[in-house]
């Protein structure tokens, strides 16, 4: 389990390899252009912002003694991808929360290596690898309706095609479809004060 503190997991993003066994300098900066704050009001880790727009990183300690030091960076880098990607502005108000955290999660997991055990993959839905978050997002749509056209033929029960059996649920799905050991996208909507607690969402606090 790492001993090593964030700063120093961010660090260690200079030199860790991806998927393709090169390294990138993108992750380090990216990060160290938000705030940081260690909190236990997320379970893992996520980003969000501030009252002024400015992201943030939030961070549960607990959460990351538990990481391997290659997993933690992994981690690390993933969050770094979703700022990337303009994932927190383009699907925060999506309706259907669960697909669309397992469509970002795959177009981003893809591409790193060491991430947690159980973190969503293309494969897992038996999808390509290579697509967008919206690619992956309307693909595991249509494998939804898919799946209710034969569940309604059948009268039985349909879950989602491929082996993970997720993202069936409603477009008002209460779960978040995140990968257990991976982040947390229910803070994508939410702001922090200067103490980094959580005070409300995007569209409340007006950022």
Not at 9 to 27: E, H, M, P, R
Not at 58 to 80: C, M, Q, S, Y
Not at 157 to 181: H, I, N, P, Y
Request: negative net charge; glycine residues 10%.
């Amino acid at each position: 389990m790492t001993t090593h503190t964030l700063d120093e997991l961010i660090t260690a993003t200079f030199v860790a390899t991806d998927a393709d066994g090169k390294t990138n300098s993108y992750y380090a900066l990216v990060l160290s252009k938000c705030k940081k704050y260690a909190s236990k009001e997320v379970p893992t880790m996520g980003v969000c912002f501030d009252q002024r727009g400015k992201l943030v990183l939030l961070w549960n300690p607990d959460f990351l003694r538990k990481l391997t030091d290659g997993e933690a960076i992994a981690v690390l880098k993933h969050e770094a991808m979703h700022i990337f990607f303009k994932h927190l502005a383009r699907f925060q108000t999506k309706k259907n929360h669960e697909r669309v955290n397992i469509a970002t999660d795959m177009a981003i997991n893809q591409y790193l290596r060491g991430l947690p055990a159980g973190c969503q993959l293309p494969e897992t839905y038996n999808l390509p690898r290579g697509l967008s978050a919206d690619a992956y997002l309307k693909a595991l749509e249509e494998q939804n309706i898919a799946d209710q056209k034969k569940m309604k033929a059948s009268g039985g029960q349909a879950g989602q095609s491929g082996k993970g059996g997720k993202g069936d649920k409603d477009d008002e799905g209460d779960g978040d479809g995140s990968s257990a050991g991976t982040d947390n996208h229910d803070t994508w909507d939410k702001v922090v004060d200067e103490n980094g607690k959580i005070i409300g969402d995007t569209e409340s606090e007006g950022v």
